[in-house]
């Protein structure tokens, strides 16, 4: 049976961190929910799972390939139209240097920035379920189970005094 | 002690939204005057590719004049922004939260407008792009790799770039704020624009990081950015005053100094024009003026240093081109006011707490700052070209013209109005970190006095 999401809201941390260790007696595991929030918490505020992420990768390779789109750029540039001045050879490093560096930054930042977006699980066509109260200061809790423990999900995040319960294709919020 | 207000995530919302949501009559005409401006300066930058250069107030030896000046003064200013941001995400300054989007979107602006100086300056800035870019293959016209004056655009490009990304992903939690606030076109544009974010504990963590990771990157991208637009006079060696090896840390601290002191009186109008005393408050003024303090101290190290090696030297021309920024007038003049401006005036009244929490004398103080910095750009381009050498026979000196003079003064209105248009558009204080730094702070008690506390995580 395909699984389903469900959004509890809740109007203050204290209550939507209390709330997970109802979920948990329900039977849902770390893995199956996510926090919502309007603003950074400290790191397992609400006891949720750490995310993985490999994002240090991404400006590694970002520099690489700067480095030598730059360096060909720049290499290819002097071969092709070469000027010899004062003796000195056509591939003038020094030169090079200076334009691979600001190539292997830019590549660096561009790839960061594609990480981040990636990462993050970023573009999203669609939010359901979500509430814009989130932004309010709101907690969401969006729990993730299938479609037969739905009731039992229900019950625990309202037994956790979330102020309102919103299930997925129900009252939706369109990105 | 610090002077903070507790405020909840609605009333964050709602303060830091109102340049948004509200339409007070001064904006407009303030947008609306400053726009008259630019237009004008359209109009003369018309009229001068029209007529050619002549319209100037550049003559041999004189070729780098106004123009100049002010690209080398935009670059400078642009670089507070990001290394303000920059550095103090990296160190985690609990005062960065106001400061940090205003110094990057001031990057942001005053680099669109440095960048279109030198095309001006051109004459014809189609032309440009075949030095800059290997474009013109039928021709076989490439850029010459070895020229300071390609590895400048390469630089600027790289930083511009990078400034625009770095802005644009720390405000996808802002525009996300934005978009469940409104409705109709606006919300589909801000749907867009914010990537589906929900602000999940993976899209937070990734942003957190987000921040100090293109910080790192960022930084060594804005000292070679100015390293390197000193290059394109250091490079040089056929002008004094331009050829000398501390002209990279000189331009790039003289560019922390002058940007800083951008990014305060910028921060100061803002407060000021949007009611964010609960945002931008004194404490954050106090810091930045101590942190200027450090920094034109430093600047005014190398602007000695820099003198002494020219005298150092015992070359005539070199000490020649001395005297006449010293002792000849209009030079003189503008070398005393120059010193007087950015150093002389201010950082003595910034040892005085009470001018540094005092919002006028701050204003005071910040542009005065740049009033210097811009002269000092100008002391050291224009001197060193207009200086009589031997064996130059067609000789003009440099009286900038009314055409150079409107457009110069129009970019500092463009670069206003594109703030204030940016501030209608997106939250110029971001929302998140100031919900961050309310979630992490708090108070404790010590003895009989309660301090404020802030949480901080590795």
Known sequence: ?175 | MQERVKLTDAQINKDLLRSMEENPLWYWLLVGALGLAVLVAFAAVAYMFNRGLGVTGLNRPVMWGFFITNFVFWIGISHAGVMLSAILRLVQAEWRRPATRAAEVLTVFSLMTAMTMPLIHAGRPWRVMYWVFPLDWARGVYPNVRSALVWDPSAVFTYLTSSILFVFIALIPDIAVARDRTTGWKHVLYSVLALGWRGSVRQWKLQLIAGILLSAVILPIFVSVHSIVSWDFAAAVSVEGWHSTVFAPYFVIGAVHSGVSAVVTVMIILRSMFKWQDYIRLEHLDALAKLLIVVATTWFFFFVLEFLFGLYSLEGPEIRLREMQVFEMPWAAFFVAFLVCSYFIPVPMWLFRSVRRSIPLMIFTTVLVNVGMWLERFIIIVPGLARKQGLTFTWGGYTPSAVEIIIVFATFCMVSMLVLLFAKVFPLIPIGDAKEGVVLEDEIKIGKVKVPAIMRED
């Open chain 1, 1 to 175: 049976m395909a699984n389903k999401n469900v959004l509890g809201l809740f109007d203050n941390a204290d209550t939507a961190a209390d709330a997970t260790d109802g979920l948990m007696e329900v039977g849902v595991n770390q893995e199956d929910f996510d926090v919502l929030t309007g603003s950074p918490y400290p790191e397992g505020a609400f006891g949720e799972k750490t995310p993985v992420h490999h994002i240090y990768v991404f400006p590694l390779i970002g520099a690489l390939m700067g480095l030598s789109v730059a360096f060909l750029l720049t290499s290819g540039t002097q071969i092709a139209y070469p000027i010899v001045t004062g003796g000195k050879p056509i591939l003038s490093f020094p030169a090079m240097t200076i334009i691979s560096y600001e190539g292997t930054l830019l590549g660096a930042v561009i790839f960061t920035i594609l990480g981040i977006i990636f990462e993050s699980r970023l573009p999203r066509a669609r939010l359901d379920p979500y509430d814009p109260r989130i932004t309010e200061g709101y907690i969401g809790l969006l729990v993730t189970c299938p479609e037969e423990r739905l009731d039992a999900v229900d019950q625990a995040l309202r037994r956790g005094k979330a102020v309102d319960v919103i299930h997925e294709g129900g009252r939706s919020f369109r990105a």
